[in-house]
């Protein structure tokens, strides 16, 4: 299987910065001039306009995103911007935290991965740790009970 996202043949990491600030400043922002730059770059290339942008303007790309979008639009904008493992990371927090769990979306991760991909779940523990400064398995034992976070605490270990 091989992605959708290819980079952009002609790149320059500064300009595509400067597009970004650009379509954050000054009266409303330029949704069309975001998605314009941030789909056509691939992960690696997002990941050079995000140093690009902090080198020229001193400010976190994906915190002025923050700040200038909302709703899924944000979700979206500031998954592109982290690592798959980061985003896997990011749900599964958000899936236990709070009222209730959503447990759709931790069977999704926890448990549809293929034999190669299963050391896909230690970096997705290792940034649970970095972001949260608590074990992923620590999280689930919190917010699970039963036969359910049994089954979940064995797939972590």
């Known amino acids: 299987m091989t992605g959708t996202v290819f980079p952009a043949e002609e790149f320059d990491a500064e300009a595509a910065a400067a597009g970004m600030r650009d379509a954050m400043t000054g009266f409303g922002?330029?949704?069309?001039?975001?998605?314009?730059?941030?789909v056509n770059h691939s992960f690696e290339q997002r990941k050079?306009?995000?140093t690009a942008f902090k080198t020229a303007y001193g400010k976190d790309l994906i915190e002025d995103l923050k700040d200038e979008l909302g709703g899924n639009f944000e979700d979206v904008?500031?998954?592109m911007l982290a690592s798959p493992r980061e985003t896997d990371a990011r749900e599964l927090n958000k899936a236990i935290s709070g009222a209730g769990t959503d447990e759709t979306v931790l069977v999704e991760i926890m448990t549809s991965r293929t034999n190669e991909e299963l050391?896909?779940?230690?970096?997705?523990?290792?940034?649970y740790q970095n972001l949260y400064e608590k074990s992923l398995a620590e999280?689930?034992?919190d917010e699970c009970s039963g036969d359910y976070k049994r089954m979940l605490l064995s797939i972590i270990k």
Do not use: F, G, Y
């Open 77 to 79: 904008c500031v998954m």
């Open 139 to 141: 999280a689930v034992a």
């Open 29 to 38: 922002t330029s949704e069309e001039a975001i998605i314009s730059i941030l």
């Open 48 to 50: 050079e306009i995000a």
């Open 119 to 127: 050391d896909d779940l230690e970096e997705i523990k290792e940034e």
